[in-house]
Every structure is written in C-alpha cells, then in structure tokens.
C-alpha cells in the first residue's frame, strides 16, 4: 500500500523543513457558572474587591464590560488577557473578585457567579472533547452538521442541522481523521475516516447524476434549509441540495486523496477511484465546469478559459486555475488514468493555467476574501504533494507565497502546517500556529462577543467583503467570535446569542495535520 508521502521523500522534507515545535502541557482556561448563594461559592467573594491578586501573581480587574487579566509571567501574548461574554461570565457587568488557590478567579457579576481557572493539558488531551462534541452533537448521517441550539447555551437542546457546505466540513473533518489514524493508528480514527470518505461518496450517489455531488440532503422529516436549490430523489428517500459549490469539490478531492494514501482499506480505495474517475470526467466532458441536473454549469463550478475572461471570472481565475490543476493531478494519483495526466500538462503548460495561479496579487480587488484562502490551501496541498517536476514547483511556490502573504498575522495553524509541507524552504513561525491551538476555547457555544469597545485593538481603514469593521490586531481565539477557517479573525465582535455550536473539526485537522507532517513533536 502506498503511503501519503513516499519515505525517501518524507526524509528530505523532515531533513529541509523548520524543527518542530516541542508541544508541553499549558494552561487552558475553563469555567463554571453558579448561582450567587450557591455552596462553592466562597464567603470572601462579598468583600467587595474589583481588583485582586491571584494566587499565582496575576493582578485581576472587574469592569462593567468583562475582567482583565495581566501578569508580567508567562509568553507575552498570554500576558493580558480579557474575559467577556456568555464563554466566561453570567454576564459582562463584573462586580466582585476573589482568588482561588490555583491561580483562577472567582467573579460576582449582576446574574451569577462564574468559577475561571485553569488546568494543565496538553492539545492532544483537548482533542478528545473536540472528537466527543462532533459525535454528541453533530453527527448527521454522518456529515458533520451545524448545531442550532433551540435555548441558548443549552447543549441538550441541541439540533443538527443541513447546512450550504456539509460535503466540505465534512472532507475537513475526515482529512483530519486521515491524519490522526497516520499517527496513531486508531481504529477509532479509522472508522470515522472511513465514515467520512463514505458521506461524501453518498452526497455523489444521490443526486443520480454521475459525477455530481451534492451539498447536503435531507431525509423526510426533517427541516429543510430556506436556501438553495433542492431536489427529491425518484424514490422520495432524499432531498438533496444541488447548485454545488468549488467548496464541495476541492473537498472532496482533498479528503479521498488524503484517504487514498492513508487508510489502509482496498474496498475503499476502489470505491474513492470510482468517484474521483466520474467527477473528474464530468469536469472536462462539461468543458472544465460542474454541470448540475439541468446540464448547464453551476454558479461556482467553473475552471474554463471563458469563465476566466469574463468580468465575473477574471478575479476568480488564479484560484479556479490552482483548483483543476490540484484536481487533475490529484485524479491522476489516484486513478492513474493518462488522460487526466494529458489535460493537466495541456491546462498548465499550454493553456497557461500554471502562470495564471501566479496573478492572485495582480488580480485581487477589494477586502481579502478568506473563504478563498481556504480553498487555495487546501488546493495547494494535494498539488505541491504530487508534483514533482521542479519547473512546476517554483511556479507554483510563486502563487503559494502570493497567499501567504495576508496569512502570517492570522496564526492560522492549518495555513501554516500547510506552507510548511508544501514547500520545505518555509519558515512560518509554528508557535504562532500552535499558540492559536492553546487558545482555541473548550467551549464554541455561538455566544454573541463584542470588543469593539476595548481601546488595546487597532483598527483597519477599510471594511472587510461584508462592509463590517474590522481590525490590524489579531485577538486570540478565546476572545474573539467562534468562527472556522474560512472566517475573517479580524471581526472582533460576532455571534448569535448562543443559538448555535461549531463543531470544532477546525482544531483537529491541523493538530493532526501537523504531528503527521512532523512539525509538532510530542502531544
């Protein structure tokens, strides 16, 4: 069975890339809510203090809009820290402080009292709640489903439901299972990687056009979404979701190549070159687009050379362009079918598709689109790991580096642990990326947050895509709206009032992406 990356390869990559960063146990920050006459609730928290000095030095302050907390100890980007919002607090107006013995804080706020401390865990450890919520919680037929919270904050009104791009978190979420199976070799892992895998050969199948995948679907029964194209399968069984994104294809083509070389299961195997042989013929039988039901090309499914020349097009195409090529070569590993071989080559050398991944900076107009990041990433990544021809390579290392430019301020870890493998010269900073996992909260409830009040943020000039302000300061995770990848991190306020959950396969995917990559060494 092939591995993802062949051992003499592997060997090269782990001999040029940066060292790994050695993971130790850090202290993450929990909570607890009580009532105010509750038991646990210390007496000494009626004294009256709104400033305190923890146990471990750190000087507490209670405002009317959440609690600060500074020490001249630690990593300086933990030094100050503000807590605020449903995550932390009953409610922002903080009243009383009193320490505990283990360097948290009891805080009496107008509504209740909130128990912050802090224990020792290592991000393999936090994996663990993540795996649990996604299968509590999210876990639709096997898709990993948005959660509407019926009663805000109450997990256990929790109901998972359809949403525009099931198939791509859904691929994100498996691709970390892929990962998490290559360095374990969890039976666990490999059941819910397979799981995966064998969601989104199902999205394909219902839709009863070869090649087409679907969203989402439904099953009689359930609430249908309000938006989008919806169709019933002949049988009635399903309703499925069409006018497919590039959302959906890139992920599939990164999870079943991940899947392809990771999993060893030759039933599976057979099943992904089966798939990835329809939709890559549909793609260039449709003349490079995804061509729904009714034969004509979905809004998003376009990798053609007119699409490219178009006003709507034009700005799109060094993404779409990095896209095909990832897909092509992508089919080509997998099936082995020259024709795929033939049209990549035809795309990236004659038709110039190689050079047009390389105008993202020319072309790019407006506020940077993150969705778009995570496409081009997660497109980069299966093209820079097949590729071996050296010309190609520093093509494609120009357009990489044209991405990365907007994606050091982000600390984003699945960008950087990307990068880093796609082009062993790289030197992102890896504890940046493992610093975000630290502060990534155990809790992703969709409470409403604001910080648009705090006088320590910096503030951009322009809006972002969605004409919301945003900021030049990056807060951490723990602090700022819950959001995935394809986010703006530079949106300091957000949230919906704690109806919703995320399901957090966002921390997985590159925790495990980076301990199978060897850039993070230990747990």
């Known amino acids: 069975m092939k591995r993802y990356l062949p051992l003499p390869f592997l060997a090269v990559l782990v001999a040029a890339q940066p060292p790994p960063v050695a993971l130790r146990p850090y202290h993450q920050a929990e909570r607890e809510f009580h009532a105010s006459a509750a038991i646990a609730v210390p007496a000494t928290l009626k ?25 001249s100890a630690g990593p300086t980007e933990d030094r100050k820290r503000y807590f605020a919002s449903r995550r932390w607090l009953p409610d922002d107006k903080a009243l009383h402080l009193s320490p505990d013995a283990t360097g948290g804080m ?55 439901v359809s949403s525009d791009n099931d198939g791509l978190w859904t691929a994100m979420y498996g691709a970390g299972e892929c990962f998490r199976y290559a360095v374990t070799k969890s039976p666990d892992a490999l059941r819910l990687a397979k799981r995966s895998v064998e969601v989104l050969l199902k999205l394909e199948e219902v839709t009863g056009r070869p090649g087409y995948p679907a969203r989402s679907y439904i099953v009689p029964g359930e609430p249908r979404p309000r938006d989008g194209a919806w169709f019933w399968q002949p049988s009635g069984a399903v309703y499925w979701k069409g006018d497919t994104s590039s959302d959906e294809v890139v992920g599939y083509y990164y999870l079943h190549s991940l899947a392809f070389d990771l999993l060893p299961d030759a039933e599976l195997r057979r099943k992904i070159v089966g798939t990835i042989t329809r939709i890559t013929d549909l793609i260039l039988d449709s003349g490079l687009t995804l061509t729904g039901v009714h034969g004509m090309p979905t809004w998003w499914g376009r990798w053609d050379r007119e699409y490219f020349q178009s006003e709507r097009g034009k700005g799109d195409s060094p993404l779409n362009a990095l896209e095909i090529l990832s897909f092509l070569k992508s089919a080509h590993h997998i099936t082995g079918n020259p024709r795929y071989a033939r049209e990549y080559t035809r795309l990236a050398n004659q038709e110039s598709y190689a050079k047009i991944t390389t105008q993202y900076r020319e072309l790019l107009e407006g506020p940077i689109n993150f969705s778009d990041e995570e496409l081009a990433m997660l497109s980069f990544y299966p093209l820079m790991q097949y590729e071996k021809d050296p010309k190609l390579r520093v093509i494609y290392r120009q357009a990489l580096e044209q991405w990365w430019k907007n994606m050091p301020r982000q600390k984003n870890p699945l960008w950087s642990f990307i990068y880093s493998a796609s082009d062993p010269s790289a030197r992102p900073n890896l504890n940046d990326a493992v610093w975000t996992l630290q502060r990534t909260p155990l809790d992703l409830v969709t409470w409403t947050v604001k910080n648009s009040h705090r006088t320590d943020i910096q503030w951009e000039p322009s809006q972002d895509r969605f004409r919301q302000r945003q900021s030049v300061t990056l807060l951490p995770m723990d602090e700022r709206p819950v959001m995935k990848w394809n986010g703006n991190p530079f949106r300091v306020d957000g949230g919906n009032g704690g109806h ?24």
């Open 47 to 71: 004294s009256g203090l709104r400033t305190a000095k923890a146990s471990d030095g750190a000087v507490w302050t209670a405002t009317d809009s959440g609690v600060w907390r500074e020490t």
């Open 106 to 160: 009891w805080i009496a706020t107008e509504t209740g009292v909130s128990h912050i401390f802090f224990r020792n865990w290592t991000l393999e450890q936090k994996t663990v709640p993540f795996e649990q919520r996604i299968e509590t919680r999210h876990n639709r037929f096997g898709m990993v489903a948005s959660s509407h919270l019926l009663k805000a904050g109450d997990l256990a009104s929790n109901q998972a």
């Open 500 to 523: 919703g959950e995320d399901d957090g396969a966002f921390f997985l995917l590159p925790y495990w992406m980076g301990r199978w990559h060897r850039l993070l060494k230990g747990q």
